[in-house]
């Protein structure tokens, strides 16, 4: 029944390691969303993909490399994670990437990342 | 570049009280706005969701209402229970395409 379903959880690494993060989508949306939440709470976009494109790509280390395989998915893969690193990142889906006035976010649960 | 505010950053009211909570941007060429509710440690979810044509959106005790050229919205909530504790995260979805949050409102209703 999920909308939006993101694994794991909670990721718990060292400093150095490289970890990957999955997200999937069941609403057929054609847009999905890479969001990170910092510890001060505050939710800040980092990738967009529509159709399997990057369109956004904000200002974010090129440690940080999305994937989409298909429609349905977009994985972020992180290199040499560092202590900065540790917060809250959530996926987004939505039907459209434009104008579109009725543009409604749907989002995962979150992944907590913490680096050692 | 668009910036989100939300006054106040945390508010605490006795249950069965009426509520307001504020947002406000900066850029007015938006296309929707939308109220989200994030309870701790977890997801997000779309409360309410305003285009930009609209003045506001109700859905149940929540009200929603837009004031583009102003830069403003309010979520106003009737009858607040201790349910309704949560953060309130206001986002507007602008012409860059993508969706600029505030920092959210933490609300605590005291049974």
């Known amino acids: 029944d999920t909308a939006v379903s993101q694994t794991p959880k909670y990721l718990v690494t060292q400093m150095g390691n490289d970890k990957s993060i999955k997200c999937e989508q069941n609403l057929g949306h054609d847009t999905m969303y890479w969001y990170k939440q910092d510890s001060k709470k505050f939710l800040k976009i980092m990738f967009s993909?529509?159709?399997?494109?990057?369109?956004i790509n904000e200002t974010v280390p090129n440690r940080f490399s999305p994937k989409s395989p298909d429609k349905a998915h977009l994985n972020l893969h992180i290199n040499s994670l560092e202590l900065g690193d540790s917060a809250v990142y959530f996926c987004a889906s939505s039907q459209d990437s434009g104008s579109a006035t009725y543009n409604e976010q749907f989002f995962g649960p979150g992944t907590r990342l913490t680096v050692l | 570049k668009q910036e989100v505010t939300q006054i106040p950053a945390a508010l605490s009211v006795p249950e069965g009280e009426n509520l307001v909570l504020n947002c406000s941007f900066t850029d007015s060429a938006i296309y929707n706005l939308q109220w989200f509710r994030q309870d701790p440690g977890k997801g997000l979810t779309s409360l309410l969701l305003i285009q930009s044509s609209q003045r506001e959106q109700t859905s149940g005790r929540l009200n929603a209402s837009l004031d583009k050229s102003s830069g403003r919205s309010t979520l106003y909530i009737a009858a607040s229970q201790p349910g309704d504790s949560a953060t309130y995260l206001c986002?507007?979805?602008?012409?860059?395409?993508?969706?600029?949050f505030g920092k959210g409102t933490k609300l605590s209703v005291i049974p």
């Open positions: 993909y529509n159709n399997k494109e990057l369109i």
């Open positions: 986002a507007v979805w602008g012409g860059s395409y993508q969706l600029t």
